[in-house]
């Protein structure tokens, strides 16, 4: 996996054809939109490195749920707020967890240490 780093920052990591990222309720739900938000740059940047899935491992109210999207998803969105002067796209929690698959832990698609 192959770690993509915006403003100094790890924000997720680029498997295959996949973008993988990390988000939770407390910290990354926008609730003026209730949606979750990538920064227009990193789309950017995901299109020109030809990636256009994403899959959001998203820990709401302690339920960990596998969010499946595409960059094009978050482009057309209608959307849209600047955070500390970063143009952010949204698209709305109700429409990704459309998509939603529980997983067993983030840290199995993340790569990182498991109970196994």
Known sequence: MNKIEYKGRIIGYIKDDTFMTKKNNEQHLFRKYDALGISIDVLKMLRSKKIEKIVILFTKYDQEI????????????????????????????????????????LDKYMGGKTNE
């Open 66 to 105: 596998k969010l499946n999207s595409t960059v094009q998803e978050f482009i057309i969105s209608d959307l849209s707020w600047i955070l500390d002067g970063d143009v952010q796209k949204f698209v709305k929690l109700s429409k990704l967890e459309s998509n939603k698959h529980i997983v067993e832990t």
